[in-house]
């Protein structure tokens, strides 16, 4: 039996939105079609329209338990990403993170912050095998960030200025990227 073009057309279409309805299967296409969109590497803020910020006293927890107050990363290079384990387009560019992690990690304050309960954190980043930390906010976090979605990301330099501000996804382990943090780290 031969279909029709219309007829084939209105299956696929069917068979589409099946797919996005049922949630065991939404998930991983949102996933993936947010991968396609996170090729792109995030903006870079010119010098002249850099906004600093201040370091407000702000409490996080790390996964294992340590305390972080986030005005003791002044002077510092800071990756910050406001992220959750059920978000599409922050698994999507977590591999990226993690990648610029393992090249960085020693130089630059990784920040991932995630309101969820810190055994589902620490579950999804066992069983990707990511390398990355994650911290609990046990304070508001300051006005200088306007975090209205996740992911929200802010690559700040030495002097506190936002150097990078992206909403959703990106490719963070791009050559233009780790160029920029190398030229950050020597400022």
Known sequence: MKLS???RNNLIFIVVIALLVFPQTRKPIQVALHK??????PS?????NRVSISYQD???QDLD???LNFKDLKGKVVFLNFWATWCPPCIAEMKSIDQLYA????DVAFILVSGENPKVVQKFLDKKEYGLRSYTPQSKYPSDFKVKSIPRTYVIN???EIV???GGAANWNSEKLNTLITELLAE
């Open 164 to 166: 990078i501000d992206k």
């Open 65 to 67: 338990g340590n305390k």
């Open 44 to 48: 870079i803020a010119s010098e002249t």
């Open 58 to 60: 702000w409490q996080l």
């Open 5 to 7: 073009k219309t007829k």
């Open 36 to 41: 396609g969109l996170a090729l792109f590497g």
């Open 158 to 160: 030495k002097k506190g």
């Open 103 to 106: 090249t960085f990690n020693d």
